[in-house]
């Protein structure tokens, strides 16, 4: 990993990039299946956006290597962390986590200037649909699901990078579809912020409580319970 300073700057940089993308992914996958003549299969649009989200992760995957391990997704990053994986600490997190909020409202800014307006209405980040404290409660329990299969797939999952991202992608899209009813859901409170400082709501107490401080917690949890019944995979040396 690079220096703090630097890791955030990419931090923030792919969060953008993220964030603009997948807020269009609705959208995207309404012009495939429109385009594909199936906008009537009830099981279509579930299997496009699976490969949507399979095809854009494959390359994020890329774009964060080659920014040194860039993350657009803070509660990954501390349940990485809470396991005991990777080369973080609290300074390095207390630098990635604001840039990458900061980035993540770059792209929800971004990506509603350029979607034509006849399209907005599709676009559009996750919002609240049940009481605050249920909501609280299913998005840290969602965020609980999301980091802990997340660690469980990339740090004992199959070796094969393919396999892993079309896993994560079917995991993603199932743990959205099960969430929508509650809160969107988020389970990455950099794009909730994205979205919320769009819709003038990212400095409410309902904001920090449902997609700050809920899925902190459960993804802290995750990486606790990853710890305790899961080793860590050897760190390989290279030679020299």
């Known amino acids: 990993m690079k220096g703090p300073i630097k890791i955030a700057i990419a931090d923030m940089l792919i969060s953008f990039m993220w964030v603009f ?14 385009a594909a003549g199936v906008q009537t299969v009830p099981w279509a649009s579930i299997v496009i956006i699976t490969v949507v989200f399979f095809v854009f992760l494959s390359i ?25 994986s990777g080369a973080d600490t609290l300074i390095s997190m207390a630098l990635r986590f604001p840039a990458q909020a900061f980035g993540a409202v770059g792209g929800a800014l971004a990506i509603m200037e350029a979607i034509p307006e006849q399209y907005k209405h599709m676009i559009e980040g996750p919002s609240v649909k049940v009481d605050t404290h249920t909501g609280a409660f299913a998005e840290g329990v969602l965020t609980f699901a999301i980091t802990f299969i997340v660690l469980l797939i990339m740090l004992r999952g199959p070796q ?3 396999f892993k991202t079309w896993f994560l992608s079917i995991v993603i899209v199932t743990l959205v579809t099960f969430g929508s009813a509650y809160t969107g859901p988020s389970m990455n409170p950099a794009f909730a912020f994205g979205w919320a400082y769009v819709h003038n709501q990212h400095d409410t107490w309902d904001h920090f409580y449902i997609y700050w401080i809920c899925p902190f917690i459960g993804a802290t949890l995750a990486g606790w319970v990853f710890r305790q019944f899961f080793s860590l995979p050897p760190v390989k040396v290279k030679k020299t």
């Open 21 to 34: 993308c997948s807020s269009a992914f609705g959208l995207l996958t309404y012009f495939i299946a429109t």
């Open 160 to 162: 094969s990078e393919i």
């Open 60 to 84: 994020f995957n890329i774009i964060g290597g080659f920014l040194g391990g860039a993350s657009f997704d803070p509660a990954s990053t501390t349940a990485f962390y809470a396991a005991g």
